[in-house]
């Protein structure tokens, strides 16, 4: 019997060498951690980039859509989306360590990592104090392909209970375009004039696309 190389044990090769040593289907095969009939672990991994090139496009599957994949089921396509999820986590951090907002392309830096994968349109509020410190991001609605349904009520809810000064909303174009749609334009000032009426301020609303965005308090749309 051939006993495995030391370039066939990755495991072994991380304790060793880090885990910058290793290829991208080796980190996930570790994730994966065993193969199923007719298909070793190392094949399983391939083939997941062979189907989904860009970390990013096998980031944004879920568990129901990675377990239909040969070679995979419900604990391996778990493990995986958890790993991912924590690695847009670890992206999103700042948010949890009070990062004063100084401009929009300072709230984009943060929302980028968390937004550019989704393939879905999905409305965040960004929370701020009276200093401008960010106190959370919260998740106020999540639509379809190219459209998602506000309404002043959810975005400014979580905004009194939290005794929010003012908020920055953001939502994301899976098209990739952030040109702000006459919708959004409409649907910004009516959000803008109900903040007034609670004495919460919106500073921005932000249409990110991929790793770029738009704001629309710089082009003047608020």
């Not at 060793?16 to 672990?41: D, K």
């Not at 999905?122 to 959370?136: D, E, G, Q, Y």
């Not at 905004?159 to 174009?173: F, M, R, T, W, Y």
């Amino acid at each position: 019997m051939i006993s495995p190389t030391h370039a066939d044990r990755p495991r072994e090769r991380l304790v060793q060498l880090g885990a910058r040593a290793l290829s991208t289907h080796e980190l996930l095969a570790l994730l994966i951690n065993n193969g199923s009939q007719g298909a070793s672990v190392t094949d399983i991994a391939k083939d997941l980039l062979i189907r989904y090139p860009k970390l990013t496009d096998l980031a944004s599957r879920d568990v129901s859509e990675l377990r239909s994949l040969r070679g995979m089921g419900t604990a391996k396509a778990a493990t995986l989306c958890a790993a991912f999820e924590l690695a847009h986590r670890i992206q999103a951090e700042p948010f949890d360590q009070q990062k004063v907002v100084t401009s929009p392309k300072s709230i984009a830096g943060m929302l980028i990592p968390r937004m550019r994968r989704l393939r879905n349109e999905t409305f965040h509020v960004v929370l701020l104090n009276s200093a401008n410190h960010i106190i959370r991001d919260v998740i106020v609605s999540e639509g379809s392909l190219n459209s998602v349904v506000i309404h002043p009520r959810e975005v400014f809810r979580c905004a009194i209970s939290e005794n929010a000064a003012a908020v920055i909303l953001a939502h994301n174009h899976p098209s990739g375009n952030t040109e702000p749609s006459k919708e959004d334009i409409a649907v910004t000032r009516q959000l803008v004039e109900a903040g007034r009426i609670v004495d919460i301020r919106v500073l921005d609303h932000l249409v990110i696309g991929g790793e770029d965005y738009t704001s629309m308090a710089e082009r003047n749309l608020l």
